[in-house]
């Protein structure tokens, strides 16, 4: 019914850029809330950074400075733009999105992409 399809990980040297994309579709009624969180081995996964409908933003303190956080809500898309990475941004990083479909308009859930890894290696 929904999908959330992440795109642009990779590998990057350190102090290198990657922006990853992250575009919703299927039976859309409304999306609330955006983000990113990522999940390094042997890790627990943790939020990045994540933006509201309205555009407020948070961010982890680790990426403050060096991550933004974006959304184009025509297009039903997060972005998340890294800049100056570093080796510990290593890590599969998931997209989440809160949704309420056409079939629960009052029933938001969360729906999660299937990863994109970024490695950050010299």
């Known amino acids: 019914q929904v999908q959330l399809v992440e795109s642009g990980g990779g590998l990057v040297q350190p102090g290198g850029s990657l922006r990853l994309s992250c575009a919703a579709s299927?039976?859309?009624?409304?999306?609330?809330?955006m983000g990113w969180y990522r999940q390094a081995p042997k890790k627990q996964r943790e939020l990045v950074a994540a933006?509201?409908?309205?555009?407020?933003?948070n961010y982890a303190d680790s990426v403050k400075g060096r991550f933004t956080i974006s959304r184009d809500n025509a297009k039903n898309t997060v972005y998340l733009q890294m800049n100056s990475l570093k080796p510990e941004d290593t890590a599969v990083y998931y997209c989440?999105?809160?949704?309420?479909?056409?079939?629960?308009?009052?029933?938001?859930?969360?729906?999660w992409g299937q990863g994109t890894q970024v490695t950050v290696s010299s």
């Open positions: 989440n999105a809160r949704i309420s479909t056409v079939l629960a308009i009052w029933e938001p859930r969360d729906y």
């Open positions: 299927g039976s859309i009624f409304s999306i609330y809330a």
């Open positions: 933006i509201t409908s309205g555009g407020s933003t």
